[in-house]
């Protein structure tokens, strides 16, 4: 079965920080993978997405995601951050999406 | 499209009492997965469609649970009886078979209280 690890459970940064939030997958073989965001109050909506080709993907808002094979990882990464990214982020996999327990990023102003 | 569409928004119940949660996906998808989520457990898959069929129901709780999708543009959760550790924000998604699918769009959720 396949499992998704985020070791961040939440992260507090100021504005303007460096953010990267980890994400491990246990499965052998080809996989689709998602970064999803939720926004205080609201419902989950697709940050980034990685199906194949170059394994740094660009998403909205400035966000971006690097998957490296040979670590299962797939981490997420935003170079300055901003108050208005304060969200939970979940990161996931395939189609029948297995979801991390998501990451509480809370961004001081 | 206007996306996915859940209702209630908000539905609050008494224990023991039937809960009919409601799901309208995007037109045109085959899939359709119900979420719960909770502070606890964090986002559950319940169960999901493939072209109004049950797939996958190994993440129903218990009998209590129960889905339906009688056509493409129709779900039901329904819970019964209710419970109080069934308090939980549900979570209705659909998705489409096809280059650029596997990619779910989430309803806005219906946040169930069972007092």
């Known amino acids: 079965a396949q499992s998704v690890s985020q070791h961040n459970h939440h992260v507090i940064l100021s504005e303007a920080a460096s953010l990267e939030l980890g994400c491990n997958y246990s499965?052998?073989?080809?996989?689709?993978l998602f970064w999803y965001v939720q926004y205080p109050g609201q419902h989950l909506q697709l940050l980034l997405k990685y199906f194949s080709g170059d394994p740094l993907v660009k998403g909205i808002k400035g966000f971006e995601a690097e998957f490296i094979k040979s670590k299962f990882s797939f981490n997420l990464r935003k170079p300055s951050v901003q108050w208005s990214d304060t969200a939970e982020y979940f990161c996931?996999?395939?189609?029948?999406?297995?979801f991390g327990s998501g990451t509480q990023l809370t961004v001081l102003p | 499209d206007a996306g996915v569409i859940q209702s209630p928004r908000h539905e609050v119940t008494e224990m023991g009492q039937e809960v009919t949660l409601r799901c309208k996906p995007i037109s045109g998808h085959d899939y359709l997965f119900w979420y719960r989520q909770t502070m606890m457990r964090g986002l559950e898959l319940l169960i999901y469609f493939n072209n109004n069929v049950p797939i996958d129901d190994s993440g129903m709780p218990e009998d209590r649970f129960s889905a339906k999708m009688p056509n493409a543009s129709f779900s039901t959760l329904k819970i019964q009886p209710s419970e109080p550790r069934d308090s939980a924000v549900y979570f209705c998604?659909?998705?489409?078979?096809?280059?650029?699918?596997?990619?779910?769009?989430f309803g806005a959720g219906t946040r169930l209280s069972v007092l």
């Open positions: 998604a659909s998705s489409h078979t096809g280059a650029g699918g596997n990619i779910q769009y």
């Open positions: 996931a996999v395939e189609r029948q999406l297995t």
């Open positions: 499965y052998g073989g080809t996989v689709n």
